[in-house]
């Protein structure tokens, strides 16, 4: 049986056309697709393709495609699947978006599945195998996170995301939030909470990936959850449990978890390198609005400090764009990355992902250019009719400035100054990551 999955890629708003790596390289590979890929018979004939990287052949005779869709490739995902489609090729769609929009969804394949695959996924395979396949199945119960079966990272051609500092190998560790951010379509999928997986088998999957996999060149373990310090006594257990194995990792952590000196110093002695934290922005009515007035960024210069005491890169993430934003919010942002020599940023638009609160407000108010942006070529900062922005200077414009200021080269070379060690690697990554946005038509959506 041939099998093939994909991560579909997403266009250039700009030119229009399908975006490719220039280098055929990427950051870090897909966890769903070697993940997904483990449930499939071990005898079966399995492909995996990330368009970014690589190209699909429509013509080979698969058996079935499965196809990853987050909302802003699922223009791409569709069309994907209605050329395999053509060809007579059963299509399987997941993902976010299908559990978004799952009217949507199954009107573009053979079958959808929604909710968590570990729980409906036996329904799905012994249907397909007798040819009476439903259009959707649902996850009857949320997962345990217990006994996750291992990636088929034998799959991947991990030298496509190998760079001189590292090999990036996606794990996770939990699933889900306590937040419910107006704007994170996690809560939505997971509906609300979060499951850990026991400690002891993501120590085992390391362990076997470090025994299956010699010749990686320094593995660069990324812990995909949402966050991973949600639980402090939890994740100090599982920090602790890391330190034996003598790894270097990287997660997500809550900017208050980056305030707790013994917190960061557990973290720092089992491996960790780098953390990305979504600040989200300086503006306290932008953060309330959103549910998320638990940030504040009075204390910012202690939690650099620490971080950088530890050795710990901090990656910020930051969301420009809210309805309480206006011009001076663009000031004081670019004002505070540079006082605070912030090594690593990561600006983007607000994106108004179907089915979140944020997505219904600005519906009910009128506020969208098109409801339905993610069927076609959309531009991700005129997706939104921010009333503070008006006449030539609109809300792109001051977007796209603030980010062509911070990724100049004297911006890179002020922010990375106090990076000690990392410095150098900082500062290519940084020019990488500009190039990047450059070849992507400046905005990256990762």
């Not at 950051?27 to 499939?40: D, G, T």
């Not at 399995?46 to 499965?66: A, K, N, S």
């Not at 996850?139 to 079966?149: A, D, I, T, V, W």
């Not at 953060?287 to 638990?294: A, D, I, P, Q, T």
Request: charged letters at 25%.
């Amino acid at each position: 049986m041939k099998i093939l999955l994909v991560q579909p890629g997403h266009y250039n708003f700009q030119t229009g056309r399908l975006y490719k790596s220039r280098h055929k390289k990427g950051l870090c590979p897909s966890f769903i697709l070697p993940y997904l890929a483990s449930f499939f018979p071990r005898e079966a004939d399995i492909t995996l393709i990330d368009e970014t990287l690589q190209d699909i052949d429509f013509d080979v005779p698969y058996d079935l495609v499965g196809i990853s869709v987050k909302t802003p490739q699922a223009q791409r995902a569709y069309e994907v699947a209605a050329e395999f489609r053509k060809r007579g090729v059963f299509v399987l769609l997941g993902g976010y978006h299908v559990n978004l929009c799952p009217d949507e969804a199954a009107g573009f394949a053979d079958a959808v599945i929604c909710g968590e695959i570990e729980t409906s996924w036996d329904a799905f395979w012994n249907d397909f195998a007798s040819g009476c396949v439903k259009q959707r199945y649902l996850s009857p119960e949320r997962f345990s996170m217990q006994q996750m079966p291992f990636p088929r990272f034998d799959l991947l051609n991990l030298k496509l995301y190998s760079a001189f500092y590292g090999t990036k190998i996606p794990l996770e560790t939990s699933r889900g939030c306590v937040n419910h951010c107006a704007y994170c379509c996690t809560p939505e999928v997971y509906r609300g909470g979060i499951r850990y997986r026991p400690i002891k088998e993501v120590v085992e999957d390391i362990k076997r990936f470090l025994k299956d996999y010699p010749g990686i060149r320094q593995p660069l373990f990324v812990f995909v959850d949402d966050n991973l310090t949600t639980s402090k006594d939890r994740a100090m257990r599982l920090f602790e449990s890391l330190r034996p194995l003598r790894i270097h990792w990287s997660g997500y952590f809550s900017y208050q978890s980056c305030q707790d000196e013994e917190l960061v110093a557990s973290a720092s002695r089992s491996g960790c390198y780098s953390v990305f934290v979504g600040l989200e922005s300086i503006n306290d009515e932008s953060l309330n609005s959103v549910n998320k007035g638990f940030n504040t960024a009075q204390d910012f210069s202690a939690v650099l400090r620490r971080l950088e005491k530890h050795r710990i890169i901090l990656v910020l993430g930051m969301i420009l764009g809210f309805l309480e934003d206006d011009e001076q919010t663009f000031v004081q942002t670019k004002r505070f990355l540079t006082e605070h020599s912030v090594p690593m940023i990561v600006l983007n638009p607000l994106y108004p992902f179907p089915g979140t609160p944020v997505y219904r407000t600005l519906k009910r108010r009128r506020l969208l250019t098109d409801e339905k942006f993610w069927l076609k070529k959309h531009n991700p900062y005129a997706l939104i009719r921010n009333e503070n922005f008006s006449g030539s200077r609109s809300l792109q414009t001051a977007i796209e400035e603030l980010l062509a200021q911070m990724m100049t080269l004297r911006s890179i070379l002020h922010r990375t100054k106090r990076s000690g060690p990392y410095r150098w690697p900082l500062l290519v990554h940084n020019v990488g990551i500009k190039m990047l946005l450059k070849q992507k038509g400046i905005f990256a959506f990762t």
